[in-house]
């Protein structure tokens, strides 16, 4: 979902991958730690994001979901689908939802 977010489609494969200065911009527009958005900058994976904010309470899960709905709703402009975002953790929980 983050890769949706950041207005990326191709989301399975290689070409396209996590960019984590878009994901702590996302962070630090929502009043994160700067801590929590330095993590980000330098995190190896989106998975090390999410658990380091989920321990502070901030919905990065939500944020993102906000955003890929947005890339998505974009592509699908002037249809008739309804659309509804839900980001959920490697568990099943879901961490964030929109649409």
């Known amino acids: 979902m983050t890769k949706l977010g950041q207005g990326l489609l191709d989301l399975h494969s290689k070409s396209g991958s996590v960019d984590h200065l878009w994901l702590s911009e996302l962070l630090r527009e929502a009043d ?10 330098d995190a190896n994976t989106a998975l090390l994001v999410l658990r380091e904010a989920e321990k502070r309470g901030i919905p990065v899960g939500q944020f993102v979901a906000k955003a890929a709905w947005n890339t998505a709703a974009n592509v699908l402009e002037g249809s008739d689908i309804a659309l509804d975002i839900a ?3 490697r568990e099943g929980h879901i961490v964030g939802r929109w649409g």
């Open 32 to 41: 994160a730690p700067a801590d929590l958005v330095e993590l980000c900058r």
């Open 87 to 89: 980001v959920f953790d």
